[in-house]
């Protein structure tokens, strides 16, 4: 069982610039806990993301000598790609890949077309820098927009990343429209057909119905979950206030109750949930 912590996913959408040092210190904490790879950065344009852009100086100043954690950084093109590939801390690169082309175009300005051409290459760089590329399937479950969704779509996208080669693909419900039926169609598809692909749930929710979304995902056989301390995040589109990041506290909580060993640092995980509360307003 594999937990992602993503602090940047957290982080990214606040107006108020959290300092440098309180990035780092947090960051820090949450590396002593034992989760398998923390999400903490972006390698984008500063005007997009203007929270991440001290995101180099934060790596920087990780302590990484104890922890087993490994790094993702977030990238949106190949100038993006080229540059954390230059930071041998950083193990994952991640590409977030839209099956809604309004989404697509909002989020990376480029078309559903182009972003595939531009993962070509970004994995071709990861291979060169021995990075792995994970792939987020962004409106995974649906979109806003009006744009055509279907289940049958989402596995045409996977059976596209299987021939460049991707071994890990996040399934992403960017707004909180998952539902358990949804849920449990594409892992329960995608698992078995997909031997060599790694399947994760990045599953934007509100409080009353994660447990649910966990257990749909939980059941049809995926094994990496991504989550944040205490829901922060979310996307800044969701039409409720209450969809967030999945808890991680939730997660946790869920897969302990099933005799899942996480092998986490208790003392940490307690630590970096108070200064969660601190870090965020």
């Avoid at 950065?41 to 490994?70: H, I, R």
């Avoid at 070509?120 to 399937?137: M, P, R």
């Avoid at 996480?262 to 601190?278: C, D, H, P, R």
Wanted: proline share 4%; aromatic share 8%.
């Amino acid at each position: 069982m594999k937990i992602i912590e993503c602090p940047r996913d957290a982080m990214q959408g606040l107006k108020e610039f959290i300092p440098t040092e309180t990035k780092i210190d947090y960051i820090n904490t949450l590396l002593q806990v034992g989760f398998d790879t923390i999400d903490f950065g972006s390698f984008v344009s500063p005007k997009a993301m203007p929270q991440m852009v001290d995101t180099a100086e934060v790596l920087a100043n990780l302590d990484l000598k104890t922890t087993s954690s490994k790094l993702l950084a977030i990238i949106a093109n190949i100038r993006g790609a080229e540059e954390a590939a230059q930071h041998k801390e950083i193990t994952y690169l991640g590409f977030p890949l839209s099956v809604s082309e309004t989404f697509q175009q909002r989020n990376t300005n480029k078309s559903i077309a182009e972003a595939m051409e531009q993962l070509a290459h970004i994995q071709d760089i990861c291979s060169k820098h021995n990075k792995t590329l994970v792939t987020y399937i962004s409106m995974g479950f649906g979109n806003p927009y009006g744009d055509a969704w279907d289940a049958e779509t989402v596995i045409s996208f996977v059976e596209d990343l299987d021939k460049l080669g991707v071994k890990i693909i996040s399934l992403s419900d960017t707004i909180g429209v998952s539902d358990p039926e949804n849920i449990s169609y594409l892992f329960g598809h995608l698992v078995p057909a997909f031997g060599s692909i790694e399947f994760g749930a990045h599953l934007h929710t509100t409080p009353a119905t994660w447990q649910e979304k966990v257990e749909a995902a939980y059941t049809a056989g995926c094994r990496r979950f991504d989550g944040a301390m205490r829901g922060f995040g979310g996307c800044p589109m969701a039409k409720d206030e209450l969809v967030g990041n999945m808890a991680t506290e939730n997660l946790v909580r869920y897969f302990e109750n099933k005799g899942i060993n996480l092998n986490l640092n208790k003392t940490a995980f307690e630590a970096a949930m108070v200064q969660s509360g601190v870090v965020f307003p």
